[in-house]
């Protein structure tokens, strides 16, 4: 695949031009991490953070989400805004566990006698690249 073709399926995952461009570089450069697959596989993580962003303090301020939480902090003068960033944060915080404990390929250090795992990088058609897809906790967000 050519960098540019590299550069729009980066920018078709979110990445700002700029990223895209480095990431486009990195993924041909790099011989053992899959940069396009790990942002492939974040993509749908971010687009969930976003919707904290986005769409969250007007789905509050309108009434389509209600909860006796969101309630009760609004009632104690918590902005839709105030509450849709811990909300954000609280999922970041998750996404970003999960990712790890994924991408690390133990669930806990100090098991050496346990099976672990390692994700891998496969083209469409199937085949193993021999790149991983590690470290996507530092991905998000973006």
């Given at each position: 695949?050519?960098?540019?073709?590299?550069?729009?399926?980066?920018?078709?995952?979110?990445?700002?031009?700029?990223?895209?461009?480095?990431?486009?570089?990195?993924e041909?450069?790099?011989?053992?991490?899959?940069?396009?697959?790990?942002?492939?596989?974040?993509y749908?993580?971010?687009?969930?953070?976003?919707?904290?962003?986005?769409?969250?303090?007007?789905?509050?301020?309108?009434?389509?989400?209600?909860?006796?939480?969101?309630?009760?902090?609004?009632?104690a003068?918590?902005?839709?805004?105030?509450?849709?960033?811990?909300?954000?944060?609280?999922?970041?915080?998750?996404?970003?566990?999960?990712?790890?404990?994924?991408?690390?390929?133990?669930?806990?250090?100090?098991?050496?006698?346990?099976?672990?795992?390692?994700?891998?990088?496969?083209?469409?058609?199937?085949?193993f690249?021999?790149?991983v897809?590690?470290?996507?906790?530092?991905?998000?967000?973006?």
């Open positions: 695949m050519t960098r540019e073709e590299l550069e729009e399926k980066f920018i078709a995952l979110g990445l700002p031009e700029g990223a895209a461009k480095h990431y486009a570089k990195r041909q450069q790099d011989k053992n991490f899959a940069w396009l697959a790990a942002y492939h596989f974040v749908r993580l971010n687009e969930d953070l976003r919707f904290f962003d986005d769409t969250y303090p007007d789905m509050l301020r309108d009434g389509r989400i209600t909860t006796s939480e969101t309630t009760a902090l609004m009632e003068g918590a902005t839709p805004e105030q509450i849709a960033d811990f909300a954000y944060q609280i999922a970041l915080e998750s996404y970003c566990s999960v990712l790890q404990l994924i991408t690390n390929g133990c669930a806990e250090y100090d098991t050496e006698d346990f099976p672990s795992w390692e994700l891998v990088e496969r083209t469409p058609d199937g085949e690249t021999g790149r897809v590690t470290e996507m906790q530092d991905l998000i967000p973006y």
